[in-house]
């Protein structure tokens, strides 16, 4: 499971004191997630959740606890960070930046349907209204197009031939579009909208949790990442029906642009490479280690299924 940071019920009892919000009653390290450390936490006032962050730099927290404020602020279903009653939001536990935040409710879906993509495309399209333009907070991902040329020119020797050449072309791709994609509108972005990171109460999206990749970047890739995980098949094909459902619902709020058309089939194939590559770093890095590791080969397949692609983005007439 995915607890790099054990905690003990004492020095937990000591750093949840100054929030106010009661004894804790019980406290449970979260199996799922990949990246940082969970707890669901029971005080006496309510359920919570924990987060150690264990991965980028401590300086960026003031960026992700702003974008949660102003998400939750424009009404939109996600977590941010609770104050402690003098106020403090970032806190640091055994050596990390920790968060309390509310306990969203709701479940993951594992098999999505059309009524989900439409409610995943409509949450994204209300995210990126709220955030583009002038009131976009800047923030460099750590994970955009250089770093998927620099990774995969790192990386490549460690493949087969066929799935050299598969990434091969891909990243000269980038490098042929680098340029005209960061010219695409911008908002904030989730940059890591799966299935696990959203919560429904039937076909109802509840939460969007995990805002660690959030960044500032082309709408666009957000819409490819979304679409790569909540409309593809076993398989890695697009499923048309899902797709269109998640296209028009975005569209209906934040209608896409010609710029954005014409790159949309690189985008997704840029958002598989992206997967694709933190995974492979992933599994080399965690080898052998209790730690969630996410299949690379799904990347892998998703990015062959799109190398012809007829899916358009829907268009205003
Ligand atoms: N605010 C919240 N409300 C309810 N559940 C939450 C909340 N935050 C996290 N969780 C639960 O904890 C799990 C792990 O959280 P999260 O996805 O943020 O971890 P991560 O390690 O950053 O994951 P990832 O592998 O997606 O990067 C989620 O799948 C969810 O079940
Ligand atoms: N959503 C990512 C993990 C967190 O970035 C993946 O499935 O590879």
Not at 2 to 27: I, K, N, Q
Request: hydrophobic content about 45%; proline content about 5%; some cysteine.
């Amino acid at each position: 499971m995915s607890v790099f940071t054990p905690l003990a019920r004492p020095e937990l009892e000591t750093f949840l004191a100054p929030y106010g919000l009661g004894r804790l009653l019980d406290f449970q390290g979260i199996a799922a997630g990949s990246e940082n450390t969970n707890f669901f936490i029971s005080l006496e006032q309510g359920e919570f959740v924990l987060t150690l962050v264990e991965r980028g730099p401590v300086d960026e927290m003031p960026f992700f606890i702003k974008l949660l404020d102003v998400l939750h602020d424009a009404d939109l279903p996600v977590p941010y960070a609770l104050r402690t009653t003098e106020g403090v939001a970032l806190r640091e536990l055994a050596g990390k930046p920790a968060l309390l935040q509310p306990r969203l409710a709701g479940k993951h879906i594992k098999d999505a349907n059309a009524q989900h993509c439409v409610q995943v495309g409509e949450l994204l399209a209300h995210l990126h209204l709220a955030t583009q333009g002038d009131k976009v907070l800047e923030r460099k991902t750590d994970r955009g197009l250089d770093w998927m040329l620099d990774e995969g020119a790192q990386l490549i020797s460690h493949l087969d031939a066929e799935q050299q050449s598969l990434l091969q072309a891909a990243l000269d791709e980038i490098q042929q579009h680098k340029a005209h994609i960061l010219t695409l509108p911008r908002a904030n972005i989730h940059a890591d909208l799966f299935r696990d990171n959203a919560m429904f109460e039937g076909t109802h999206l509840t939460g969007l949790i995990d805002f660690y990749n959030a960044c500032s970047g082309p709408m666009l890739y957000d819409v490819a990442i979304a679409l790569n995980d909540w409309c593809s098949d076993d398989a890695g094909v697009i499923d048309g029906h899902r797709a269109r459902a998640l296209l028009g619902a975005y569209a209906a709020l934040r209608p896409f642009s010609t710029g954005e058309a014409e790159l949309w089939p690189t985008m997704l194939r840029v958002a598989c490479v992206r997967f694709w590559l933190s995974r492979l770093i992933a599994a080399e890095t965690f080898a052998g280690q209790d730690v969630l590791i996410h299949d690379p080969v799904e990347f892998q397949q998703r990015l062959e299924q799109r190398q012809q692609v007829t899916l358009q983005l829907p268009l205003a007439l």
